[in-house]
């Protein structure tokens, strides 16, 4: 495989998460379109916690509605995002190859992207994580390939970022604290589209 | 200022009686806090009377949360002024310096309050977060343990050192910690349902699906718990004897049809529902009817 690529979509919400809560570690789970050829695209993420990562129960709930939801949508789970909440930490942990390795049980290869916090300010213009992939060697190793971005994606969250719309996203977190949060987060699905297509006039 | 948050906001008094509340909860409300004080409060600190003394904290703490190094010096001006020989400025001080990234100097000045007053909490925390923010885990733990040898009502340090642990996956620690929290809070659904967390992720399924009992006995509404009861419930199905396995189907249908009424109270579309339908039959046991 020699590239993947991010929606806006995908993009948006993830840097909303990571801006939701500035002070604490992050995670999601990145889906995409099943391909037949070798590229991955990202097209939407759903934010998954951002406390107790490695507590089964709730991981479990999240992941079974999230299958459910991408059978409806017919998209896979083809990886996850970590953003530590220590500024220094850059390499992915114990956890985070325990994850790839659950998550590649869907296909031939796992992605994590794990967020590069000195690379996450609005004004940045390249993608604020690294990316790694966890194949059949079951070794989680730096991805080497290109890594594509689809156009106006960092204006899209500066943007989004201005109008303080990471309030607005919901977790799965948030959702098992009231059931009432949708982790689809549709609603601002909605939103960043707008955003998109004021940026792209 | 356009965050949600801050719209009730229309003067001077609506934003000193919001940093007021803030300051009760101990909220983390950085933003909106720097955004109070240049557009209300900073004009006219000295309307506060002595109340300022706690907003220029309040405020520093903020600054140094956004690294907004100017407001942050000016706090701590005003408040050197007015204490100059403070341990508790002494510590904002030192406050500074770990926003800095400059750790050595932060721990001097703990080092030198400690001198004077050794068993000094808010101090003996900072050092351990010194430590926790150079990501020196193992030496974190470790002098969290010593710290919670002294003050072994400080729930806050038993959550703390049971996140840690749950980071590094040593989950029998963790449920240590929680063990110790329920001792103190027997009442407290949250304890009890992030211990049947533990443990069902120990596979310790029995055990988890009382403690997700005990929880739902204090809070019926508590979401967490009804999932981790219909977990636990589905996985004790296969090693059953005849009374125990009518009790978990029945604990496992109730348990579905709570979670079901949860979302149905809130309008959940039918997708939502179906995904939430499509957990329940590959977790149901027993007649599904549905």
């Known amino acids: ?201 | 200022m356009s965050t949600k948050n801050l719209e009730k906001i229309k003067n001077w008094n609506d934003a000193s009686l919001q940093l007021r509340n803030w300051r009760d909860d101990n909220v983390r409300m950085s933003k909106e806090t720097l955004d109070l004080w240049t557009g209300y409060i900073a004009p006219s600190i000295n309307r506060l009377g002595d109340e300022k003394w706690l907003v220029y904290e309040q405020v520093f703490l903020a600054a140094l949360d956004c690294q907004n190094f100017p407001i942050a010096e000016d706090c701590l001006a005003a408040l050197k002024a007015q204490f100059s020989s403070s341990k508790r400025v002494k510590k904002l001080r030192a406050m500074r310096f770990e926003a800095k990234e400059d750790y050595h100097s932060a721990l001097e000045i703990y080092e030198s309050i400690l001198e004077e007053d050794e068993t000094n909490a808010h101090v003996l925390k900072r050092k351990l977060v010194c430590l926790k923010a150079q990501n020196r885990i193992n030496d974190y733990v470790r002098e969290l343990n010593e710290y919670l040898k002294l003050f072994q009502a400080d729930h806050e340090a038993w959550l703390e050192l049971c996140d840690t642990y749950l980071n590094e996956m040593d989950f029998a620690k963790a449920a240590f910690c929680l063990e110790e929290l329920i001792l103190m809070y027997p009442h407290n659904h949250v304890y009890q349902q992030r211990y049947a967390d533990i443990k069902y992720t120990q596979g310790q399924f029995d055990l988890a699906k009382t403690y997700y009992l005990y929880s739902l006995k204090l809070n019926p509404n508590n979401v967490r718990s009804l999932y981790g009861l219909l977990l636990t419930t589905a996985n004790l199905k296969s090693s059953q004897k005849t009374k125990e396995g009518s009790d978990n189907t029945k604990l496992n249908l109730w348990a579905r049809e709570q979670i079901e009424k949860k979302y149905n109270d809130v309008d959940s579309d039918k997708n939502l529902i179906d995904s939430v339908n499509s957990l329940f039959q590959y977790l149901t046991i027993g007649k599904n009817e549905k």
């Open chain 1, 1 to 201: 495989m020699k590239e993947i690529s991010i929606g806006k979509l995908a993009y948006s919400k993830l840097f909303l998460h990571l801006a939701k809560y500035p002070q604490l570690s992050c995670n999601g789970i990145l889906l995409s379109k099943p391909s037949k050829n070798s590229s991955v695209k990202f097209v939407d993420c759903v934010p998954l916690f951002h406390s107790s990562f490695t507590l089964a129960p709730a991981f479990e709930i999240a992941l079974s509605q999230i299958d459910s939801y991408c059978q409806q949508n017919g998209l896979v789970i083809s990886g996850f995002y970590h953003a530590f909440d220590n500024n220094n930490q850059t390499e992915p942990n114990m956890m985070c190859y325990k994850l790839a390795e659950k998550l590649k049980e869907n296909g031939d290869v796992s992605f994590c992207l794990i967020v590069d916090n000195s690379k996450i300010n609005p004004s940045n213009r390249e993608p604020c994580f690294n990316v790694y992939s966890f194949g059949d060697d079951q070794k989680l190793k730096k991805f080497p390939g290109n890594l594509n971005l689809e156009e106006g994606t960092y204006e899209t969250c500066e943007k989004l970022l201005e109008e303080n719309r990471f309030s607005l996203i919901n977790d799965f977190d948030n959702h098992l604290d009231d059931v009432k949060k949708d982790w689809r987060n549709l609603k601002l699905n909605e939103n960043i589209s707008a955003v998109e297509s004021l940026s792209a006039k």
